[in-house]
């Protein structure tokens, strides 16, 4: 199957790299900047092209330019879009009806990565027009990490989460090695510390299905150290700023959309 890539900054990249994982797929890696398309097929192998050969050639071809550009892009390749192809779109708030009207007539998915794709470790929500375009994207997609199938109307709020979720992250961690440096500990040691405190704490929520209050429960001996942590988390509204840095990314999502 001949998978082509029309812009390959961040996310395409990230993309492509667990794309060209899967049996029996080639890659067509196609950017504006030439170079930054070079470099990575350097990394993964593939066929440098142009937007044009892309879509003349591939079966499929993931769209990962930014959201104002979607539209010029597709339509500076009128007349020369392989009819069959499926089209995927990582671009946050382009809705698939408008997808629909720029590509009439193919099979199209709307995704919603995050950049932990690149090592097989992301989360993908994602709305497929057909079966036959959600059977292709699920298996190019399978060393990606892991994906969901959601109502194209809980976009927004799988962007706010797990699309914008990583910096969230990110920043407890810094947070978190930010104390321990203060603490004594050396920032490469306190960074590594914390996030491999996420990356274990993630891994318990998912291998062992319990919900996150048990097993925050399991670690708080009445009266301990944890307990006095939580406690001053909670004090300084560590869930309600969560739930707000959510809520605002979906609000931002809606007036960009
Ligand atoms: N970054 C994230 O965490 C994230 C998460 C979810 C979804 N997304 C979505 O992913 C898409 C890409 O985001 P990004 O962060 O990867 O942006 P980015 O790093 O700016 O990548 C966009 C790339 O597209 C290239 N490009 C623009 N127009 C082109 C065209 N007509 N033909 C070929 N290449 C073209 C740009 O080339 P130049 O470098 O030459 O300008 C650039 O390399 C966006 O639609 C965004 O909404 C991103």
Redesign the pocket.
Known sequence: MLVGF???????SAIAKAVAKVEGTDLLL????VA?ASKLQAEIGGTLAT?QEVAEKSDVVFL????Y??G??IA?LAGSINKQAVWIS????VALADLEKLLPGHSIVRM????PVALGAGMTSFTASDDAAKAVFTKLMVYSGETVEIAENLMDAA?AVA?CG?AYVYQFIEAMADAGVQNGLARQAAIKMAAQTVLGSAEMVLKTGQHPAELRDAVTSPGGSTIAGVVALEQNGFRYATISAVNAALARNKELG
Do not use: Y
């Open positions: 029309i812009g390959l900054g961040n996310m395409g196609s950017n504006h900047n930054k937007n990962g330019v930014k959201p550009q979607v010029q892009a500076e990582m671009a946050t708030g919603m990565p995050n950049t962007t699309g990583p």
